[in-house]
């Protein structure tokens, strides 16, 4: 897999858990699984960005001017997006809720979807020599499971269960 399906896997990915989120954001009755969700949208995003900013950041300032600025932009923008994700992950269900996930998917989309795979990525691509793709997105990947038992651990402790290569599964059995 080259890094321009890695970064848009993993968009796909957090768009799928603020579709869950904003389902039972709203509903008191919900807030397991709402802190649940929570947690590993804020997990999954903020594992993302550090990969991105280590590694595929520092090839898109050597590689123009112009995604030299994307990338110094993009440390902006995953900073914002990290304090909506922090305030996302201690709120209850309810109107306050529902106003963080409406705003910080907002965000999302705006540096995910419109900048990133919209106008970053097809000039990385360009950028990039043949095969670079791919050993970026090896150098990705490798980030992104070295930075994640720290980010999991700074998160908070509903992230619990097994690991596939990628993913994050919530265990749902509890021990007793």
Known sequence: ????????????????????LARVAHDDHRTSDAMR???????????HAHAEEKVVYEVMRDASEELASHSREGNYEHETLDLLLDRLV?????????????VAHTQFVHH??????????????????????LH????????KRRIRPAI??????AVRGTHDGLGIHISHHRRW
């Open 1 to 20: 897999m080259d890094i321009i399906k890695c970064i848009k896997a993993d968009h796909d990915e957090a768009e799928e858990l603020f579709s869950e």
């Open 37 to 47: 969700i929570a947690v590993r949208l804020a997990c999954a995003i903020k594992i």
């Open 90 to 102: 201690v709120q209850r269900p309810g109107p306050e809720l529902v106003a963080i996930v409406k």
């Open 112 to 133: 995910a979807r419109h900048e990133e795979e919209g106008i970053i990525l097809p000039q990385l691509h360009a950028a990039l020599a043949d095969g670079a793709s």
């Open 136 to 143: 970026l997105a090896h150098d990705f990947l490798h980030e």
């Open 152 to 157: 999991e651990r700074s998160v908070g402790p």
